[in-house]
């Protein structure tokens, strides 16, 4: 099963230029708000941990630009890419970020819990796999309710192994359910590589063992990400489900903090540093003819100032304080 | 008014609430099986007739279902998942501790889960490892409501409750309680049958129940050591008036009730089966001295389990379980 990585993008007629600036514009933004909150950090004003990503905007863009406003994603303990691609604001999360009360959760979830139940993300579980049981019973609660809604599961390959998400591909299956399983592979389980925890080549192969579609795209063409989900969201609403979705991406930051990923091989990081998605994706345009240079420049700046707004307002916002301490754990309090 | 067993009581009560809303629905191991079993003790038995699309049976997949039934509920359905026996909830203790438990919180308050996890517990002839009495893991896990009934009435009025609730609630039944017939029911039983009204009614969670007044002691119990120790309170008649509250809420406790008691009597013995280290005992204990150190007249006494894995030989196994001997003698102690 040989995926073929190419470093150019069909950008056809199928869309409309809007779409893919559109496309564009969302991957920056992921790109710019990763890296500004990295500055943040490093300069010791933003609390916590982070876990960015880097290169993996395709996967995250395209998958979301596929769904529906009222389908739902779960994500991960690297989620920032997933919910602005969700729809979060930058603001909403960047207040988050900073433990603000006026944050997506209260300042009560941080970097590792995003997420924004109206707009169609469940808090970020940051569990490796933990949210795929959770996925498989949303999507049972669309089948059961007879809605058209599906539910996209965004796991890293390293969750692969875990228990859940065998347990929970498996149920899943046996009852049709409407789930995209998207497998971000980026080669590495925090500091581990993929071919240390995992015989099969391709990931993919493993939907075979639950008698489910499994297809390996190219995670950082945001177009052949988007048509993957698009073709599976599809099957997902007609019963057709699950699907599992296998994005070969990588990582150009390290798993945390301050990690230099020293532990990535050099001739792997040229080849994958080389297919920057949002490169990719500009390049594509450019050679269309139909955006030029100063379009995408305009969008840089654009999206730059909305992540400067978020850091300023993010900054002055209020702290959260005692008396928002033991809220929100009931819906129901028993005294 | 009909006299029911707890299984029964238990059956009627989730038929009614699958009746009364189209989002309560059972998913479990065997729990809807044609021929099947009901569930390991029957409470579920013939429900998948009536309500064929809400009688979920699962693989044996107890990570994923009950991870699925957390997911569900927090869509909205009202998911009353289950577990052949307590202890392969440690199988799912992400899911429940990491997940259901903190999803509201880290949501800043904007979800619910309204999911009902019923659970068996106790020793009864099966060695280590389907034995346990898993209230102990779960009590200090905030997010999580707990309760335990051991009684008809009160299993069908808690379990009502517990469906209605908008928050993840445990209810911990004990095996040797439910009443279950045929070939799912159980040696060495203690009868928890009781009269259940016709009419729809719930028990509060959240609170305990005096089953006997007394003056002289209080003994804290639940489920199966509640039976036992108001055996115990009769047997340290006459001469010692024992007060014996049903704890029956584990999370949060009833410290209203426990308190006026204390009040009374100024002795209390926690009766819990299950090791004495880290039990539910350790922290009623702790809360007590906390709460009310000078209506205490005596230290607190517990009557618990060795700290031993529950064993089989049925001599060893009575020997593990606390028993109304045990509780009367620790009765004598207190008030000599």
């Given at each position: 099963m040989e995926i073929e990585l190419t470093n150019s993008i069909e950008v056809s007629q199928t869309y409309s230029r809007s779409f893919l600036l559109g496309l564009y514009e969302r991957m920056v933004t992921c790109r710019q708000f990763e890296d500004r909150v990295k500055l943040l950090f490093l300069e010791g004003t933003m609390p916590g941990t982070i876990h960015q990503s880097q290169g993996q905007e395709a996967s995250a863009v395209g998958v979301c630009a596929a769904l529906n406003q009222d389908d739902f994603i779960t994500s991960t303990h690297r989620p920032h890419a997933h919910a602005i691609a969700k729809g979060l604001t930058p603001e909403e999360i960047m207040l988050e970020l900073f433990g603000k009360s006026a944050g997506c959760s209260k300042g009560k979830g941080g970097s590792m819990h995003i997420g924004d139940?109206?707009?169609?993300?469940?808090?970020?579980?940051?569990?490796?796999?933990?949210?795929?049981?959770?996925?498989?019973?949303?999507?049972?609660?669309?089948?059961?309710?007879?809605?058209?809604?599906?539910?996209?599961?965004?796991?890293?390959?390293?969750?692969?192994?875990?228990?859940?998400?065998?347990?929970?591909?498996?149920?899943?299956?046996?009852?049709?359910?409407?789930?995209?399983?998207?497998?971000?592979?980026?080669?590495?389980?925090?500091?581990?590589?993929?071919?240390?925890?995992?015989?099969?080549?391709?990931?993919?192969?493993?939907?075979?063992?639950?008698?489910?579609?499994?297809?390996?795209?190219?995670?950082?063409?945001?177009?052949?990400?988007y048509e993957a989900t698009l073709q599976a969201a599809e099957e997902c609403r007609h019963g057709e489900g699950p699907v599992l979705l296998e994005l070969l991406t990588y990582r150009r930051v390290g798993h945390s903090r301050r990690d230099p990923a020293h532990y990535q091989d050099k001739d792997e990081q040229a080849f994958w540093f080389a297919r920057d998605p949002i490169a990719l994706l500009a390049n594509s345009l450019l050679n269309s003819g139909d955006v030029n240079e100063a379009d995408l420049r305009d969008i840089d700046a654009r999206v730059a100032q909305t992540i400067e707004d978020a850091v300023t307002v993010a900054r002055a916002a209020p702290l959260p304080t005692e008396a928002d301490l033991t809220t929100d754990v009931y819906a129901m309090e028993l005294t | 008014m009909k006299h029911q067993s707890i299984a029964e009581a238990l059956r009627e009560g989730i038929a009614e609430e699958m009746e009364r809303d189209p989002d309560v629905f059972c998913i479990g191991e065997d729990i809807g099986v044609p021929g099947g079993f009901g569930g390991a003790f029957t409470v579920t038995l013939d429900l998948e007739k009536r309500f064929p699309d809400r009688i979920l049976d699962t693989p044996i997949s107890e990570l994923g279902f009950i991870g699925a039934a957390v997911g569900a509920a927090m869509m909205g359905m009202r998911p009353i998942a289950d577990v052949q026996y307590s202890d392969f909830l440690y199988l799912a203790m992400d899911q429940i501790a990491n997940n259901a438990a903190k999803l509201r919180y880290m949501s800043g308050g904007t979800i619910k889960v309204p999911l009902v996890l019923r659970a068996p517990v106790g020793a009864t002839g099966r060695g280590s490892q389907h034995a346990q009495n898993m209230e102990r893991f779960f009590i200090g896990v905030p997010g999580l409501k707990i309760v335990a009934p051991s009684n008809a009435y009160d299993a069908k009025g808690l379990l009502k409750a517990a469906v209605r609730d908008d928050d993840p609630v445990l209810i911990f039944e004990h095996k040797l309680l439910y009443g279950s017939k045929g070939a799912r029911a159980e040696t060495g039983t203690t009868n928890a049958s009781s009269d259940v009204p016709d009419e729809d009614y719930v028990v509060p969670l959240g609170t305990a129940s005096v089953r006997r007044e007394g003056s002289d002691v209080t003994v804290l119990a639940w489920l199966l050591m509640l039976h036992e120790s108001l055996a115990a309170a009769s047997l340290a008649e006459p001469g010692i008036s024992a007060e014996v509250i049903d704890v029956r809420s584990l999370a949060p406790f009833d410290w209203q009730t426990i308190g006026d008691s204390i009040e009374k009597t100024g002795r209390v013995i926690i009766v819990e089966e299950g090791p004495k280290t880290g039990g539910v005992g350790a922290e009623l204990a702790a809360g007590i001295m906390e709460r009310f150190p000078d209506k205490l007249i005596a230290p607190v006494t517990r009557v618990a389990s060795a700290d031993i894995p529950v064993p089989f030989s049925p001599v060893l196994e009575n020997l593990y379980r606390p028993d109304r001997q045990r509780i009367t003698a620790a009765i004598r102690e207190i008030t000599a």
């Open positions: 139940m109206s707009k169609g993300m469940v808090p970020a579980i940051a569990i490796v796999g933990g949210g795929i049981p959770l996925a498989a019973g949303m999507a049972l609660s669309f089948k059961m309710r007879k809605r058209s809604q599906v539910v996209a599961c965004f796991f890293g390959e390293g969750a692969t192994n875990e228990g859940a998400f065998h347990e929970a591909v498996n149920l899943a299956a046996i009852w049709s359910l409407p789930v995209i399983f998207v497998c971000e592979n980026n080669l590495y389980g925090a500091s581990t590589a993929y071919s240390k925890t995992t015989r099969v080549p391709r990931l993919s192969q493993r939907a075979d063992a639950y008698g489910i579609r499994g297809e390996t795209v190219d995670g950082n063409n945001v177009v052949k990400v | -």
